[in-house]
């Protein structure tokens, strides 16, 4: 079946430093990816919608220079995390889709990021 | 806008028993899609069931079936023969047909006793 892949599993880093995370549909074309953060015992919230050679649409909150967001090519999305400090460390997750009728989402297994 | 809620933050069963998650929707949409997904301790995502919207049989995999009550805008899932792996925080999802954004509810997270 379809397979999205994020990388990194876990960072760990010192506050100021700026974090790329990727994420990589690795056996179809993902017209869209989705960036969620997710906070211990609570529900996925949508921070971006990326679309594939278009700029990235922010959720209303979410910084869009602190959060760059890049889909260079149909499979990669990246999401950098800029000059990142303590509170933002959560749980991130990508998502990845066709957009194609009833086709779900498909989930990459998620970035831990701790900011000291 | 569309809501989706869950209105149990948590539940248990004991093993080899029967429970039912539920979740209704807000949409004015008359066709669209709806998901079970389930997130284990792992935190990966997993999908468990769909549904859509203009089939009036409910989705069946396994022991995981829906009821999908359109009018009511109801749609909950059944796991039958619970097993200890089934433990995880349950989320449910809609989607409109004309995009491939999904909309969450809060979760349930679900305890399977032995």
């Known amino acids: 079946g379809a397979v999205v892949s994020q990388h990194p599993s876990r960072v760990i880093c010192k506050s100021g430093t700026s974090v790329k995370i990727e994420c990589r549909s690795l056996?179809?074309?993902?017209?869209?990816m989705f960036w969620y953060r997710q906070f211990p015992k609570q529900s996925l919230m949508l921070m971006a919608t990326s679309n594939e050679g278009s700029k990235a649409t922010y959720e209303q909150g979410v910084e869009k220079d602190k959060f760059l967001i890049n889909h260079a090519s149909l499979t990669l999305s990246t999401l950098t995390v800029t000059s990142a400090h303590p509170e933002d460390s959560s749980f991130y997750i990508c998502?990845?889709?066709?957009?194609?009728?009833?086709?779900?989402?498909?989930f990459g297994d998620g970035t831990r990021l701790s900011i000291l | 806008a569309q809501t989706v809620t869950q209105s149990q933050p948590e539940m248990s069963v004991q093993e080899a028993e029967t429970v039912t998650l539920s979740c209704t929707y807000d949409t004015s949409e008359s066709d669209y899609y709806l998901f079970w997904y389930k997130q284990p301790p792992s935190r990966q995502m997993i999908l468990v069931i769909r549904q859509e919207a203009y089939k009036q049989q409910n989705a069946t995999e396994n022991r995981f079936s829906v009821n999908f009550q359109k009018a009511a805008k109801s749609f909950s899932l059944k796991i039958s023969d619970s097993q200890l792996g089934d433990a995880a925080m349950y989320f449910c999802a809609y989607r409109e047909t004309s995009g491939s954004r999904l909309t969450f509810g809060e979760g349930t997270q679900l305890t399977v006793n032995p």
């Open positions: 998502s990845a889709g066709t957009g194609y009728g009833n086709q779900p989402q498909h």
């Open positions: 056996d179809f074309q993902a017209t869209t």
